[in-house]
């Protein structure tokens, strides 16, 4: 989405009428059987390209930066926020199944970028014969978020999400005031039903109100206990003060090789450390995904010690490429292309035929030292065998020919 539309997309303000189909389906949340991927009190989607939805969307795409989370207050999705700690919000494009129109988005603290507190999928659609706009958020469901932390640096390397794997946590009602000028306004702020405890008191509803321009986004939110008072946050009717996301080149940048191999590094690692070079020893921790989300194998799964590397070894050739570079402290994403990795046959039973491979990696430790030398062995000197004498006639042969 260019710059352009970004500019001319008005401002954005969204938000969270949730129905008494969203609260069920809340109270689900963290159920994998209970994932769902429509409401049942929401109209069908127009799945059609659109050219309004794109101008919606568009205020959301890239990155943006706040400043000082305080008036985060924990939030609904546990939110993180202390004082004085930025966050990130990055969205990008991603392609879901039955979801025309879909943005993959993260929201992270800026001291631990590897680690979101928030990832779903924004949904913007024309509710029904209305074609009233609507926005769905809607969560993970526990199966495929892992794999794709980081990966909004390279949306490329963005696999396609099933849509079992996502319910939805809310419908928001949105609006056009000047349709002609492109501003946006969304309907008055309702409540939606939260899971449980939050990380400044026992809410059991918030309310969500976000604005967005094209270089910033305002995220207000409130929570509220049982009997209706606030918990956390700051009260709607005092004008509850947001947090500012403001548009920022993010730090975080992918490395694609001309094999098509991706690494992304999310922690920089300690400052003057020594770097892999490629030879020698590396000691990391590591988590494999599939696209799909489901873990195949981890230094991390409880009894496994770090995965010590020696290079030249028998490795995979993504490894020994992704791995380059890294320092003590690092936290990289390697997203491998099957040529890279187990390619056409696989290795079963664990890793179908034709994988592509994501790996978080840790550094641990690095030694670019080569190998000792191996302890020298003495030449046999090339001495000649001794000759051993003929053997003896076996009794009788000499009179053989006789004629006796």
Same mark, same amino acid.
Request: glycine content about 10%; overall charge neutral.
């Given at each position: 989405?260019?710059?352009?539309?970004?500019?001319?997309?008005?401002?954005?303000?969204?938000?969270?009428?949730?129905?008494?189909?969203?609260?069920?389906?809340?109270?689900?949340?963290?159920?994998?059987?209970?994932?769902?991927?429509?409401?049942?009190?929401?109209?069908?989607?127009?799945?059609?390209?659109?050219?309004?939805?794109?101008? /919606?969307?568009?205020?959301?795409?890239?990155?943006?930066?706040?400043?000082?989370?305080?008036?985060?207050?924990?939030?609904?999705?546990?939110?993180?926020?202390?004082?004085?700690?930025?966050?990130?919000?990055?969205?990008?494009?991603?392609?879901?199944?039955?979801?025309?129109?879909?943005?993959?988005?993260?929201?992270?603290?800026?001291?631990?970028?590897?680690?979101?507190?928030?990832?779903?999928?924004?949904?913007?659609?024309?509710?029904?014969?209305?074609?009233?706009?609507?926005?769905?958020?809607?969560?993970?469901?526990?199966?495929?978020?892992?794999?794709?932390?980081?990966?909004?640096?390279?949306?490329?390397?963005?696999?396609?999400?099933?849509?079992?794997?996502?319910?939805?946590?809310?419908?928001?009602?949105?609006?056009?005031?000047?349709?002609?000028?492109?501003?946006?306004?969304?309907?008055?702020?309702?409540?939606?039903?939260?899971?449980?405890?939050?990380?400044?008191?026992?809410?059991?509803?918030?309310?969500?109100? /976000?604005?967005?321009?094209?270089?910033?986004?305002?995220?207000?939110?409130?929570?509220?206990?049982?009997?209706?008072?606030?918990?956390?946050?700051?009260?709607?009717?005092?004008?509850?003060?947001?947090?500012?996301?403001?548009?920022?080149?993010?730090?975080?940048?992918?490395?694609?090789?001309?094999?098509?191999?991706?690494?992304?590094?999310?922690?920089?690692?300690?400052?003057?450390?020594?770097?892999?070079?490629?030879?020698?020893?590396?000691?990391?921790?590591?988590?494999?995904?599939?696209?799909?989300?489901?873990?195949?194998?981890?230094?991390?799964?409880?009894?496994?010690?770090?995965?010590?590397?020696?290079?030249?070894?028998?490795?995979?050739?993504?490894?020994?490429?992704?791995?380059?570079?890294?320092?003590?402290?690092?936290?990289?994403?390697?997203?491998?292309?099957?040529?890279?990795?187990?390619?056409?046959?696989?290795?079963?039973?664990?890793?179908?035929?034709?994988?592509?491979?994501?790996?978080?990696?840790?550094?641990?430790?690095?030694?670019?030292?080569?190998?000792?030398?191996?302890?020298?062995?003495?030449?046999?000197?090339?001495?000649?065998?001794?000759?051993?004498?003929?053997?003896?006639?076996?009794?009788?042969?000499?009179?053989?020919?006789?004629?006796?």
């Amino acid at each position: 989405m260019s710059r352009s539309l970004l500019a001319c997309a008005g401002a954005l303000v969204v938000t969270l009428a949730c129905t008494s189909a969203c609260r069920a389906q809340s109270a689900q949340a963290s159920d994998p059987a209970h994932a769902v991927t429509e409401s049942p009190a929401a109209a069908p989607l127009t799945l059609a390209a659109d050219p309004a939805i794109d101008r /919606l969307q568009a205020p959301f795409i890239g990155s943006f930066r706040a400043a000082d989370a305080r008036a985060a207050g924990g939030g609904a999705d546990g939110a993180s926020g202390a004082a004085g700690v930025a966050l990130w919000f990055h969205a990008c494009p991603i392609q879901v199944t039955g979801l025309d129109n879909a943005l993959y988005y993260e929201i992270a603290r800026e001291d631990s970028p590897a680690a979101p507190f928030s990832q779903g999928v924004l949904h913007f659609y024309r509710a029904g014969k209305s074609g009233e706009f609507r926005l769905r958020q809607y969560l993970f469901n526990g199966v495929q978020q892992g794999a794709l932390t980081g990966l909004w640096c390279d949306p490329s390397s963005l696999p396609t999400i099933d849509a079992a794997h996502l319910f939805v946590r809310c419908d928001l009602a949105v609006r056009t005031d000047e349709p002609s000028k492109g501003a946006l306004t969304a309907a008055s702020a309702g409540r939606f039903p939260v899971g449980g405890p939050t990380g400044v008191g026992a809410a059991v509803e918030a309310q969500t109100r /976000l604005v967005a321009t094209g270089d910033r986004l305002e995220l207000t939110e409130s929570g509220f206990d049982a009997a209706g008072a606030l918990v956390w946050g700051a009260s709607p009717d005092r004008g509850a003060p947001a947090v500012v996301f403001s548009r920022e080149q993010p730090k975080w940048s992918p490395v694609r090789n001309d094999d098509g191999l991706v690494t992304i590094t999310l922690v920089a690692g300690e400052t003057g450390s020594e770097a892999f070079a490629g030879a020698g020893e590396v000691v990391v921790q590591y988590t494999g995904y599939f696209t799909d989300g489901r873990i195949f194998d981890s230094s991390r799964r409880e009894g496994r010690e770090p995965f010590r590397v020696r290079l030249p070894g028998p490795i995979i050739k993504g490894w020994a490429d992704g791995l380059k570079g890294m320092v003590k402290g690092e936290r990289r994403r390697i997203v491998i292309p099957p040529a890279l990795a187990y390619g056409v046959r696989g290795r079963p039973p664990v890793i179908p035929p034709d994988s592509t491979l994501i790996f978080d990696v840790e550094c641990l430790y690095v030694d670019n030292s080569p190998p000792p030398a191996q302890p020298q062995i003495p030449p046999v000197p090339d001495v000649p065998p001794p000759k051993r004498p003929a053997p003896a006639a076996p009794p009788g042969a000499e009179h053989e020919g006789s004629g006796r």
